[in-house]
């Protein structure tokens, strides 16, 4: 069965330094990963996607992950972050004999110090 | 513009009470799915649907059932609400592996 884990239930960044969400996966074949964002009392946006083609996947707003099979990792970056960047980011996995249904981490709230 | 509708945005219930939340979606999406999303928890899978009259139980389906009448209407239904069922509830739909589409969620809480 797949499940995914993030590493940190809470971030904390200065704007302008770097973001890193950690994110560990287990699937028994190859899965599709995605990460999603939750801004406060909004619903949820897909940032990305990885569905094995390129390895490292852009997404929106600078945002990029980057797929990693030998560590089971997809951990999502970004070079400079802004204060717009705090929400709720969640890590999500899914699996084509899960029927695609997607398991959701336990998510990562980052926090943006001006 | 893509639209998933929760029936309600919030909601309060008594312990005991049947509850039905409703979900629709106008994509012509095969695939449906309820989640309850918790503090510290994540969102965790509580039913989904391929199409109708077809359900699969998620992670958690003990205390609910679903029912899929309909390819657009996707309904979670909470038989005899318990207090350990007050959470955020989400409905979401998809085609095939691409991205989920979600409504804005209804908070349930049940006194």
């Known amino acids: 069965a797949q499940s995914v884990t993030q590493l940190d239930s809470h971030v904390s960044v200065s704007e302008g330094t770097p973001v890193l969400l950690r994110c560990n996966y287990s699937s028994s074949y190859s899965p599709s990963l995605f990460w999603y964002v939750q801004h406060p009392n909004k619903g949820l946006q897909l940032l990305l996607k990885?569905?094995?083609?390129?390895?490292l996947v852009k997404g929106i707003n600078g945002f990029e992950a980057e797929f990693k099979k030998s560590e089971t990792s997809f951990h999502l970056t970004k070079p400079s972050a802004h204060m717009s960047d705090a929400a709720e980011y969640f890590c999500?996995?899914?699996?084509?004999?899960?029927?695609?249904?997607?398991?959701f981490g336990q998510g990562t709230e980052l926090s943006v110090k001006p | 513009d893509v639209k998933v509708t929760q029936s309600s945005r919030y909601l309060v219930k008594r312990t005991g009470e049947k509850v039905f939340l409703e979900c629709v979606q106008d994509m012509d999406h095969e695939n449906m799915f309820w989640y309850r999303q918790d503090p510290g928890l994540g969102l965790r899978l509580i039913y989904f649907s391929y199409d109708v009259k077809m359900k699969e139980k998620g992670d958690i389906p003990e205390g609910y059932s679903v029912s899929r009448e309909k390819k657009e209407r996707f309904s979670l239904i909470l038989e005899s609400a318990s207090t350990n069922q007050t959470s955020m509830y989400l409905c979401?739909?998809?085609?095939?592996?691409?991205?989920?589409?979600f409504g804005s969620g209804t908070q349930l809480s049940v006194l």
């Open positions: 999500v996995v899914s699996d084509a004999l899960g029927g695609g249904k997607l398991i």
């Open positions: 979401a739909h998809r085609e095939g592996n691409e991205k989920l589409f």
């Open positions: 990885y569905t094995s083609a390129a390895t």
